[in-house]
């Protein structure tokens, strides 16, 4: 049974820092037909494709909203995930969901409805 499980989210000043994780379990991260993705969700709005990695080469995607702040790493010893997010602004509040996809080639982000698995969120909040 695949689950993921967020953690690391908070409440943050602008300009601050928050590294959020995704424990993965039910599948090894070592497998190279996965893509793991972080999405966002702010009431009121769509959810948001923030970034994936692709499980088969380590490539990463990011949406631009997010290019130059964000950063999505992997550590298979841990089988997790995680999204080192910078400079975070007010507009980055959200709660903030990973996912995986069952898929080999990823070349770039990977749609919502795609994805075969979903954690139950973490909540980023910034504000002074």
């Known amino acids: 049974q695949v689950q993921l499980v967020e953690s690391g989210g908070g409440l943050v000043q602008p300009g601050g820092s928050l590294r959020l994780s995704c424990a993965v379990s039910g599948f090894s991260l070592d497998l190279p037909y996965y893509a793991i993705g972080w999405f966002r969700q702010a009431p009121g709005k769509e959810r948001e494709g923030v970034s994936c990695i692709s499980m088969s080469d380590s490539s990463t995607y990011y949406a631009d909203s997010v290019k130059g702040r964000f950063t999505i790493s992997r550590d298979n010893a841990k089988n997790t995930v995680y999204l080192q997010m910078n400079s975070l602004q007010p507009e980055d509040t959200a709660m903030y969901y990973c996912?995986?996809?069952?898929?080999?080639?990823?070349?770039?982000?990977?749609?919502?409805?795609?994805?075969?698995?979903w954690g139950q969120g973490t909540q980023v909040t910034v504000s002074s």
């Open positions: 996912a995986a996809d069952v898929r080999v080639i990823t070349t770039g982000l990977i749609p919502a409805y795609e994805y075969d698995h």
